[in-house]
């Protein structure tokens, strides 16, 4: 199974930007990267996926390493909504494999 | 537009009882996933499907069954329920398998006492 390793927890303070690191060292050439974040007491929230290129939306921006064995979520003007567990995902196969996450803390 | 829809929200269960959470998406979803999260953990995949008729086990299978008798539903069964089984179950629905997103129901939170 490709895993995903992050670090525990993050601090930003409000308004300013926040890069979410994610390794992904054994990721095959067919596994999408995708992110989720899960505020307290909800289900998991969809914020962005990739391939190999870098990709942005509305909530923010996913940078892909080349080798594709590291990639970063770009948060780029925290707020306090964005408190949450982000999660650094590989789809791979039919399956959608969670790790343990990175706890944003937003700092007023 | 309702999404993923799951019921109960919450339930007390005693050793050995049994039941089943219900689980219902309306955007024609071909896959659908059963997942739980124990206290300050991230998701572990149960049990998925990839259309009516054809599931498969994931990580962590072992007390849990599953049927998928049409494109909506996707119950999950518990037979004997034990305390390990304590939890917060999500299911989730995606059009297909790695380049769309997943939707997630808000979980149904279970004791087993």
């Known amino acids: 199974d490709a895993k995903t390793t992050q670090p525990n927890s993050m601090e930003s303070n409000e308004e300013e930007p926040v890069h979410l690191p994610c390794n992904h060292s054994?990721?095959?050439?067919?596994?999408?990267i995708h992110w989720y974040r899960q505020l307290p007491s909800q289900g998991p929230e969809y914020v962005i996926h990739g391939l190999t290129s870098n990709v942005n939306n509305r909530m923010a921006s996913l940078a892909i390493a080349e080798d594709r064995k590291s990639s970063t979520l770009i948060l780029h003007r925290a707020t306090l909504r964005d408190a949450a567990v982000y999660y650094c995902i590989l789809s791979t196969g039919n399956q959608f494999y969670f790790g343990t996450g990175t706890s944003l803390t937003v700092i007023p | 537009n309702a999404g993923v829809t799951q019921t109960p929200k919450f339930r007390i269960l005693k050793i050995g009882q049994s039941m089943t959470l219900q689980c219902a998406q309306d955007m024609n979803h071909n896959y659908m996933y059963w997942y739980r999260q124990d206290p300050g953990m991230g998701l572990k995949l149960i049990y998925y499907?990839?259309?009516?008729?054809?599931?498969d086990k994931g990580e962590v299978p072992n007390g849990y069954n599953v049927s998928r008798s049409t494109t909506e539903d996707f119950p999950l069964r518990l037979e004997l329920a034990a305390p390990s089984q304590t939890s917060v179950y999500f299911c989730a629905s995606s059009y297909s398998k790695a380049n769309t997103e997943a939707f997630f129901g808000q979980g149904t939170r279970l004791t087993v006492v």
């Open positions: 499907s990839v259309g009516a008729g054809i599931t």
């Open positions: 054994t990721i095959s050439g067919t596994d999408y």
